[in-house]
């Protein structure tokens, strides 16, 4: 994009954004950037830093972080890139607060007077819309340009986000953020992030990928999927640690009982993307590996007994049991994954959860969603309007729907 073209984009941003915060009115906002201004209505436009944690506790909380190690692992590749862009790095824990940051000479000034600093707290209710808070919330990449911002004092800023994630569990750690001056944007910002990310993500430390405390070795032979929230793999019993492609093939295959072609699966896993099948057939092999050869070819198809939580959330709404369906359903099908059919299938069960909720509002059930999806009201208000007043549930419900309003 040359500067006549960036400068008409960042005047068609203000131009935007003042009528947003004049008149509430949200003509030629991309949607995310929409959604994220809506959100930023507890924080005034004029803030001029993001609040600060203490110091202290940042630290610590850094100290004893995966991500500290990872970061340490890919330093020198952050730095390279902050100083070669003459941009700000940084990398939040999954509420949004700044852990670490590198800077080039004139961002890192720029950073530090607005507190883009290890401590700062950049989720949309603290500062108001920015990549890192979007990224963060939606666990999706995300670029906010100039006036998109809702902070005024970064409406000279472009930045780009990407969410890191643990390869195994799926769980949001936290983001990685690019940042610069408005007239530096740059087209391979996006994938620049995204890179980060995966590299970051690829120096998690290994005991990082354990069994989380407090989990038990299901009891049944064969193999078990949790896939809802979270991703985690059992053998017999026996915890697997698959990468988060192999994980991701073995959901598609999971759900696939009858099986798959090698073109089938790889338009499931991979859409339109330019990855070889030869990528693909490298993946399965170390997963029949590490399934003990229990993966058959042509088609390709699991040979021992499965279950997945996917399968029993849909079992429990098919049996009316819309309470034990949502302790059942941990959360969005494997987030962060770029898959387009378990996109699709996550979509799908998410929006099944939550019409059984609208249609049977069992207030128990509905407290559980409500912490599942934070900024669903219309399932919360659909219950209270069901409820007895004096139900015992109904102040929670509706301490809940004031929080979010």
């Known amino acids: 994009m040359n500067s006549d073209d960036l400068h008409a984009r960042r005047v068609d941003a203000v131009r ?7 008149a509430g009115d949200a003509e030629a906002v991309r949607p995310e950037i929409l959604s994220s201004w809506e959100l930023s209505g507890v924080v005034s436009p004029g ?3 993001a609040p600060l944690d203490d110091e202290g506790d940042t630290a610590d909380f850094w100290a004893a972080s995966p991500l500290q190690t990872a970061v340490s692992r890919v330093q020198d590749e952050l730095r390279r890139t902050a100083e070669d862009g003459d941009l700000v790095v940084a990398v939040t824990d999954d509420q ?12 890192r000034r720029k950073a530090e007077s607005v507190n883009f600093v290890p ?30 911002h809702y902070a005024e004092v970064v409406h000279n800023w472009v930045c780009w986000a990407a969410p890191v994630f643990d390869p195994v569990t799926g769980r949001s750690l936290g983001v990685i953020d690019l940042s610069t001056t408005w007239d530096r944007t740059h087209p391979i910002g996006l994938a620049t992030a995204r890179v980060m990310a995966r ?22 032979p064969g193999l078990t999927l949790t896939l809802l929230g979270t991703a985690q793999v059992w053998l017999d019993g ?10 991701e093939i073995l959901a598609l295959l999971a759900l696939h009982p009858s099986g798959l072609s090698v073109e089938h699966l790889h338009a499931l896993l991979y859409g339109d993307a330019s990855v070889t099948t030869s990528t ?39 049996r009316g049991d819309v309470r034990a369906a949502v302790r059942a359903y941990g959360g969005d099908l494997l987030p962060g994954t770029d898959s387009p059919a378990l996109v ?14 609208l249609a049977r509002p069992d207030a128990d059930a509905v407290l559980r969603y409500s912490e599942l999806a934070p900024y669903d009201t219309a399932v919360v208000e659909a219950c209270l309007a069901a409820l007895p007043v004096h139900h015992p549930v109904a102040p929670l419900l509706k301490g809940r729907l004031a929080s979010l309003r």
């Open 238 to 247: 026996q915890r697997l640690l698959l990468n988060r492609r192999q994980t």
């Open 47 to 49: 803030v001029t830093q």
């Open 280 to 318: 693909l057939k490298a993946e399965v092999s170390h997963l029949r590996a590490a399934l003990s050869g229990q993966l058959s070819s042509r088609p390709y198809r699991l040979t021992m007994p499965v279950t997945t939580d996917v399968e029993e959330v849909q079992r429990l709404l098919r």
């Open 96 to 107: 949004t607060r700044i852990l670490w940051t590198y800077g080039g000479r004139v961002m």
């Open 119 to 148: 401590g700062g707290r950049w989720d949309e209710q603290s500062v108001g819309t920015n990549a890192l808070a979007i990224a963060g919330r939606t666990g999706t990449p995300s670029m906010v340009f100039g006036a998109e």
């Open 16 to 22: 935007a954004w003042t009528r947003f915060v004049e």
């Open 344 to 357: 699709q299938m996550g979509d799908y069960l998410a929006v099944s959860v939550r019409e059984a909720l």
């Open 199 to 220: 590299l970051i993500e690829g120096a998690l430390p290994a005991d990082r990928r354990t069994t989380l405390a407090g989990d038990v070795a299901p009891a049944e």
